[in-house]
């Protein structure tokens, strides 16, 4: 596996090895113990999520304020544009925002630390995204920042306006939102 770091501190993308032939193609999607070497993160992961979205379906962006979770995401079917923008205040990227294109080609994923808030929009007819958690789903301690919010400026590859859930288009922008210290 390898190791590429973005412009956001703790914001980072793995891409594995792929070993394949005229039969198909095998790689170790996760290892705990390499992944500790590589990103030197003690991650424990207690939760596996898997989503399914149609062309343009926009989804975030969500965190929690308490039971922070850190998130490793990638894509088994289609293509997404996955961002994270940094909501620790003390951080010099506070406000900052980052996106990598994963696929199921591309087979990377992103490690994404608490902290952060997480979207991403399909741009493939549909996408299957999982990410694993270190902590668990806590509804009363779910935030989102709107998608759209001018202050951060996310350049999202969008044609048309984004499929958003009620939830999504009613979040806080990022003046008015709920932050880490």
Known sequence: MKLVETRLPGL?????????????????????????????????????????????????????????????VRVIAGEVFDVAVDLRRSSATFGQWAGVTLSAENRRQLWIPAG??????????????LYKTTDYWAPEHERGIRWD???????????????????????????????FA
Do not use: M
């Not at 993308?13 to 030197?40: C, H, K, M, W």
């Not at 979040?171 to 932050?179: C, G, N, R």
């Open 116 to 129: 952060f808030a997480h979207g991403f929009v399909v741009t493939s007819e549909a996408a299957e995204f």
């Open 149 to 179: 919010d001018p202050a951060i400026g996310i350049e999202w590859p969008l044609a048309t306006a984004p499929l958003v859930s009620a939830k999504d288009a009613a979040a806080s922008l990022l003046t008015d939102a709920e932050v």
């Open 12 to 72: 980072l993308i793995l891409e594995p090895q792929v070993f394949g032939d005229a039969r198909g193609f095998f790689y170790e999607s996760f290892n705990q113990r390499r992944f500790q070497e590589l990103t030197g993160i003690a991650a424990n992961f207690v939760q596996d999520n898997h989503s399914r979205s149609a062309r343009n379906v926009l989804r975030g962006l969500h965190y929690q304020i308490r039971q922070p979770q850190g998130k490793l």
